[in-house]
């Protein structure tokens, strides 16, 4: 035992495991496996194994604009709308219509008369009998305002008058010249009161 002793030091030692784990290397390479896939890991390792999930980044720079697509493809005729009305076609009843009127001698009369004809752009189903024509410096029953009247009147909205008294609304469609309107318009009489007499306004008819 004592030579064996002798020769036991340190080196000899390291030396001597060095040479065992050695020749035991393919045994312990063989109970060595290649992980490849995380489907091989038991779940409750691979939760343990993941970390939580960082802080968001900071955005980027924007990028260049991209490149115009192309048209796209036309869609498809939409549904035919309603027909519209026809100025052949008297005014449908509750509908409205509106337009100018002006008077403005070109003379130095200061008594008579004075006539100006006015045209409905679409003709009435019914004239506007007397009592539901009316004329109006201002609002009236039944006329409040330029652009309004009540179903079946007239209403004559004066702008700017002078010189002139309140003129009549009459129909000169039939013989009797009957105060009113006809299908077709009116005809507003002024009797004048001095010389460069003046009236200009606006009127508003709405079909029985």
């Known amino acids: 035992?004592?030579?064996?002793?002798?020769?036991?030091?340190?080196?000899?030692?390291?030396?001597?495991?060095?040479?065992?784990?050695?020749?035991?290397?393919?045994?312990?390479?063989?109970?060595?496996?290649?992980?490849?896939?995380?489907?091989?890991?038991?779940?409750?390792?691979?939760?343990?194994?993941?970390?939580?999930?960082?802080?968001?980044?900071?955005?980027?720079?924007?990028?260049p604009t991209g490149l115009l697509g192309a048209a796209g493809l036309q869609g498809g005729k939409g549904a035919e709308g309603p027909a519209g009305q026809s100025a052949l076609s008297p005014l449908p009843s509750g509908q409205?219509?509106?337009?100018?009127?002006?008077?403005?001698?070109?003379?130095?009369?200061?008594?008579?008369?004075?006539?100006?004809?006015?045209?409905?752009?679409?003709?009435?189903?019914?004239?506007?009998?007397?009592?539901k024509a009316i004329w109006t410096p201002g609002t009236a029953t039944h006329c409040s305002g330029p652009g309004h009247a009540d179903p079946g009147y007239l209403c004559v909205y004066s702008h700017v008058h002078g010189r002139l008294e309140s003129p009549e609304v009459r129909n000169w469609e039939g013989p009797s010249l009957a105060e009113g309107t006809g299908h077709f318009g009116f005809v507003l009489e002024w009797p004048v009161t001095a010389a460069d007499a003046i009236d200009i306004g606006t009127y508003t008819v709405t079909a029985p």
């Open 1 to 63: 035992m004592k030579p064996l002793r002798r020769h036991l030091n340190y080196a000899n030692i390291v030396a001597t495991l060095a040479l065992v784990f050695a020749m035991s290397g393919g045994a312990l390479a063989a109970k060595h496996y290649l992980v490849n896939s995380t489907k091989q890991i038991n779940p409750k390792v691979l939760k343990k194994l993941k970390g939580n999930t960082g802080k968001t980044g900071r955005a980027g720079p924007q990028g």
């Open 96 to 131: 409205s219509e509106s337009g100018d009127y002006a008077i403005r001698p070109d003379n130095t009369a200061t008594s008579g008369e004075v006539e100006e004809a006015v045209t409905f752009p679409i003709s009435l189903a019914a004239v506007i009998p007397p009592g």
